[in-house]
């Protein structure tokens, strides 16, 4: 990254603890100062020793001096390490607050594991370049300027020759810095890739470990850790060139000071304690110039951390649509069902990738239940990600209240929507912590009340805790069915107008099985409920079905209009819907015919009356199909 923006981001930083870092600052070097009249004090030391004069004073004078300079020190160190600690807060804060808002085709894109190394891990170097190692550089600067000036007042040919070696030394510091920062970037890429290993492992630790595959995550995982290794044994190897250099530099020039400085001693040029006074000022030295290469390593590293946080800070986030958003999620507000509409919607998930939308429309007024059927990767679920706008569309428009949903403030849309998605809806915590994270204010009679629509009563009562019972890592200690009720509960305690929910395709037992379909039937009641449905016993109970294929709507109808009217979803009913009873067809995709057939139904259907809904012929001949397939016929909930 260029060295302006890299000092840009850095000063954005540090500007908020301005008074705190020159508090540190000032501290800090009137404790360096008292140092550097310790040489002098040290001559007039020196001095004295053979002469009459006590010497008493000055000793106690300069024990004052170093216990002074100490402990004022030691406040400056730690007022600036506070500061640092509180330049990692502040950048943590902001780096979180933007990646909660990222879109999700970027979450997508970056494995999460490396966006939380760049929160945990890239911020915690900020720490070395935001505060110290400015400081550091400021008073190195200011005290090598003073003992230079000291020098130059005791013996302006030794300081000639002590600058000579230093300059010769330094100038070969200019090739290391650079190669600092690339090892640390790389080091700290490799972190980043750690994480994304351990999250992609312990997030599927169940598949890992039925798999046998410990050993091999392990192997990724160590294949990373054995980059971090080596990308930061290549930095210290750099950054111990550079500290080793300043003593090298003061070495070489102690000796050519001593070689000099004698023969000026000999010659009576100098005395011998002007010569003790160089020496010394020589040796303390060390201390600014290892400051200044020190500042400067830690910013090499800093801009490692920086370039890696602004990458993430580069990810697009969701624009808030409508009205600013406040920070604050917009508290749901309970109000009647809301409409739905698909306009001519094509959406692709990237350029790169092909259309998984290709003119989708579709009409759903407010109310009742609507289900979605269609072949594996017909676009069921993305039609929820658009309504939802976790994805923009890239033509047409997706209306929920007749309104645009780009026009909607985006918290005001999601408040409006419950959403239960179809993998792990279960999150870690208690019980109440997951049924209350839609909506914290939910009351005890609220969450009751929701309990029993879910079914989810019993399931308490057994629980040893009750609502206080841990779940497990993303609802490990639930079963498929109620981890699922969970969710819609969760979903529900929103008070949506509208309920999204995408159906587990797993197979659910008849009491689980039951207790979803009484739950759906009873949310359709009093919200619109969009489901994408995998079982016969959902699809029975809609109001209305899309039928999906490629992309595109081929039908819409009842379930008794399509069975005979439409030959996908009579082969969808006949053979893929997941039932309990026996001689109901199992779920796969035997018999689903292929993308080929797409576009050859209507599309754009309406679904209620006059649309080409209306032409699926063949309607109420439906009910024997059904109850062949292994239930009972159309259900009014
Ligand atoms: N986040 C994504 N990024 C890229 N492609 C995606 C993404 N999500 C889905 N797809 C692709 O889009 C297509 C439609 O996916 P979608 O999940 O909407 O299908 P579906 O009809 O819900 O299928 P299923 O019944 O199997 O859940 C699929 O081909 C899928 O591979």
Excluded at 303 to 324: H, K, Y
Aim: glycine share 12%; net charge neutral.
């Amino acid at each position: 990254m260029p060295f302006r923006r890299t000092w840009r981001i850095l000063y954005c930083h540090i500007r908020p603890h301005r008074a705190a870092i020159a508090l540190g600052g000032l501290l800090t070097l009137i404790g360096t100062l008292t140092g550097l009249v310790q040489p002098m004090a040290a001559k007039e030391l020196v001095g004295r020793l053979g002469g009459e004069g006590s010497i008493t004073g000055l000793l106690v004078g300069l024990t004052v001096l170093v216990v002074a300079g100490t402990a004022i020190s030691s406040v400056g160190a730690y007022v600036l390490e506070r500061t640092a600690e509180s330049v990692v807060l502040v950048a943590r804060r902001q780096l979180v607050g933007r990646l909660l808002r990222l879109r999700m085709p970027a979450v997508e894109r970056v494995p999460p594991g490396d966006l939380m190394s760049r929160v945990t891990s890239d911020t915690t170097l900020l720490r070395a370049v935001t505060t110290r190692s400015m400081v550091s550089a400021a008073t190195g600067a200011l005290t090598l300027v003073g003992a230079i000036v000291m020098m130059a007042l005791l013996d302006p040919v030794l300081l000639g020759v002590t600058l000579g070696v230093i300059v010769l030394i330094g100038s070969a510091l200019g090739l290391v810095l650079p190669r600092i920062s690339k090892a640390t970037q790389q080091a700290q890429a490799s972190v980043g890739a750690i994480s994304a290993a351990l999250e992609r492992t312990f997030g599927a630790f169940r598949t890992v470990k039925a798999s046998g595959a410990e050993a091999r995550e392990g192997a990724v995982i160590e294949a990373a850790s054995r980059e971090a290794w080596r990308h930061g044994v290549r930095a210290a190897k750099w950054q111990s060139v550079a500290m080793s250099s300043i003593g090298l530099a003061v070495q070489v020039s102690f000796l050519a000071v001593l070689g000099v400085g004698g023969a000026r001693v000999a010659s009576g040029t100098v005395d011998i304690a002007t010569l003790v006074a160089f020496l010394l000022y020589l040796f303390y030295l060390i201390d600014p110039i290892s400051h200044l290469v020190e500042a400067a390593s830690a910013y090499q590293v800093g801009s490692a951390a920086i370039a890696r946080m602004a990458e993430a800070e580069q990810l697009e986030v969701e624009s808030t649509g409508g009205e600013p958003a406040d920070g604050e999620a917009a508290t749901p507000v309970a109000g009647p069902p809301a409409s739905v509409a698909f306009e001519n919607v094509s959406f692709r998930y990237g350029p790169e990738l092909a259309p998984v939308h290709h003119g989708v429309s579709f009409t759903v007024p407010g109310g009742g239940l609507t289900a979605f059927v269609g072949p594996s990767g017909a676009g069921k679920t993305t039609v929820f990600g658009l309504i939802e706008r976790f994805y923009e569309v890239t033509g047409g428009r997706v209306l929920v209240d007749g309104e645009d949903v780009r026009n909607w403030p985006l918290d005001r849309l999601r408040a409006t929507i419950g959403f239960v998605e179809q993998d792990a809806p279960v999150l870690a915590g208690t019980l109440r912590e997951n049924l209350v994270f839609a909506a914290p204010d939910a009351t005890d009679a609220q969450i009751a009340e929701v309990l029993a629509r879910t079914k989810l009563d019993g399931l308490v009562a057994r629980l040893p805790e009750g609502l206080q019972t841990p779940v497990g890592h993303r609802g490990s200690k639930l079963s498929g069915g109620e981890r699922q009720r969970v969710a819609i509960a969760r979903a529900l305690l929103r008070r949506p107008r509208l309920l999204l929910l995408d159906e587990a395709t797993s197979q659910l037992d008849a009491v689980n099985e039951l207790a979803l379909r009484e739950t759906v039937a009873r949310a359709a009641e009093s919200t619109t409920v969009l489901v994408v449905a995998h079982r016969l016993s959902t699809v029975t109970l809609a109001d209305r079905i899309v039928v999906m294929e490629a992309g595109r709507v081929r039908a819409v109808g009842t379930h008794a209009e399509l069975v005979s009217g439409d030959p996908l979803y009579g082969e969808l009913a006949a053979t893929q819907f997941l039932a309990s009873a026996p001689e109901s067809g199992a779920a796969g995709d035997a018999g689903v015919p292929g993308p080929g057939r797409a576009g050859s139904g209507p599309e754009g259907d309406e679904p209620d009356g006059g649309g080409p809904g209306a032409s699926v012929p063949g309607a109420r001949a439906a009910g024997g199909e059904v109850a062949a397939a292994g239930r009972g016929g159309p259900a009014a909930g």
